[in-house]
């Protein structure tokens, strides 16, 4: 069954330091991959999103993502968090079949120190 | 442009209650969904619609029904409500699954 994989439930991070949250997926093909934020409260926000071509996508908010076909990862980046990066983010991938679904990861809450 | 909104926003009901979540998009997308959120477990989707006219099972549909009203409405409804359907309660809509999914703010919903 297709599913994907967000090993940390948690992360912390110094303001200014790099940050990277792992995500990892199980499907058949290649498939459509985006990274969502959710700050407190609210709903759900489009960060980046992978279909093809580039292996690397650039997004909002300086984060970018590298699609590895080898590892079925699609880890998400930030070279340098600010304090308002605090927010849960959220893997996802899109089936490529008639269900139109997307299947969420179950977030990696991150915690920005000062 | 609003984008997706939702109505309400909180909502406390009694076991046994009935209500319906409201599910509006002026981006004139086809596809609407529902999912619910709860700790830890990501989003996990209910109902979605392909296009006007047509509704399909998620991975959660127990309890709950939809009604596709027309292009731009999508509404759940909880016949009777359950403290297991205690929960965020998400709506969303795209053009074509291959696009991005653009989210309401969220119903909290709690189930006594």
């Known amino acids: 069954a297709q599913s994907v994989t967000q090993p940390d439930i948690h992360i912390t991070v110094s303001e200014g330091a790099s940050l990277e949250l792992r995500c990892n997926y199980s499907y058949g093909a290649t498939p459509y991959l985006f990274w969502y934020v959710q700050s407190p409260g609210q709903g759900l926000q489009l960060l980046l999103k992978y279909f093809s071509g580039d292996t690397l996508v650039q997004g909002i908010k300086g984060f970018e ?3 590895k076909r080898s590892q079925s990862s699609f880890n ?8 308002s990066d605090a ?7 899109a089936l490529m079949d ?16 000062p | 442009n609003a984008g997706v909104t939702q109505t309400p926003k909180f909502q406390v009901l009694k076991t046994g ?3 319906t979540l409201q599910c509006a998009q002026d981006m004139n997308h086809n596809s609407m969904y529902w999912y619910r959120q709860d700790p830890g477990m990501g989003l996990r989707l209910i109902y979605y619609s392909a296009s ?4 399909d099972k998620g991975e959660v549909p127990n309890g ?3 009604s596709r009203l027309n292009k731009r409405e999508f509404s759940l409804r909880l016949e009777s409500a359950a403290p297991s ?15 991005t999914q653009y989210f309401g703010p969220g119903t909290r919903l709690l189930v006594l």
């Open chain 1, 65 to 67: 993502a590298e699609f």
């Open chain 1, 76 to 83: 998400l980046r930030k070279p340098s968090v600010h304090w």
């Open chain 1, 87 to 93: 927010a849960e983010y959220f893997c996802a991938v």
């Open chain 1, 98 to 113: 008639s269900s139109y679904k997307l299947i969420f990861g179950s977030g990696t809450r991150l915690l920005v120190r």
């Open chain 2, 17 to 19: 209650q009935s209500m």
């Open chain 2, 52 to 55: 006007e006219g047509t509704t």
């Open chain 2, 64 to 66: 709950y029904n939809v």
């Open chain 2, 85 to 99: 359907q205690t929960s965020v309660y998400f709506c969303a809509s795209n053009q074509v699954v291959s696009e």
